[in-house]
């Protein structure tokens, strides 16, 4: 069974900092990977999406993710946060042509962003 | 877009009441929906895999009896949490698939409900 692994379980942050939390994971096939964001008080909401191509995947607000099939990796960056990306973000997997599109979730990320 | 509704968000009850919950994917037909639960700061756990017209298929340790999914339509999934106890108590959250070619369906996510069993 897959397992996804997010290191960081609490990031503070100034406003425009640069922003790179890690998402590892273990598959040994072809693997979808997302990063969805959880605001407070929200719901989980797609960030972005990798299933193939170009591994360096842009989303929405500024952030990118880049997959590392060597590293097994997919983190996610952004080159500079605002106080609004204070939030909760999970990595998660699935396996590529997954009928079933189970997801496997990380432990998440809670980012904190001073104003 | 592709939003996905949930009702209640919230509920409290008694234990050993019943709940159920409702899950629509609003503007969108969904081949599969999932269910979720969430405990405070820790991850979301799947519970269940929903297909329209079939019966569900439930991760393990997940009590199919007490977590009862009923998948009516390719809008709508209702997870009933019967004879609810005080550690039901929890997020459920439930997904819906979009489909949009093999292998590359993603999941939308509803709003959750907060479960509170007294």
């Not at chain 1, 273990?26 to 193939?52: A, D, E, I, M, R």
């Not at chain 2, 997904?95 to 409900?113: D, K």
């Amino acid at each position: 069974a897959q397992s996804v692994s997010q290191h960081n379980h609490h990031v503070i942050l100034s406003e425009a900092a640069s922003l790179e939390l890690g998402c590892n994971y273990s598959y040994g096939g072809t693997v979808n990977l997302f990063w969805y964001v959880q605001y407070p008080g929200q719901h989980l909401q797609l960030l972005l999406k990798y299933f193939s191509g170009d591994p360096l995947v842009k989303g929405i607000k500024g952030f990118e993710a880049e997959f590392i099939k060597s590293k097994f990796s997919f983190n996610l960056r952004k080159p500079s946060v605002q106080w609004s990306d204070t939030a909760e973000y999970f990595c998660a997997v699935n396996p590529a042509g997954n009928a079933g599109n189970m997801l496997t979730f990380g432990g998440g990320t809670r980012l904190m962003v001073k104003p | 877009g592709a939003v996905v509704s949930q009702h209640p968000s919230w509920v409290i009850c008694k234990s050993g009441t019943s709940v159920k919950i409702e899950c629509r994917s609003l503007d969108f037909q969904a081949t599969t929906m999932f269910w979720y639960r969430q405990f405070p700061k820790q991850s979301l756990m799947l519970m269940a895999t929903s297909n329209e017209g079939s019966k569900a298929t439930y991760e393990q340790g997940v009590e199919k009896d007490k977590f009862l999914i009923n998948h009516a339509s390719l809008t709508l999934s209702t997870l009933t949490v019967t004879s609810a106890h005080p550690e039901d108590s929890s997020f459920y959250i439930c997904s819906a698939t979009r489909l949009a070619g093999e292998g590359r369906e993603t999941q939308y996510f509803g709003p959750g409900t907060r479960l509170l069993v007294l």
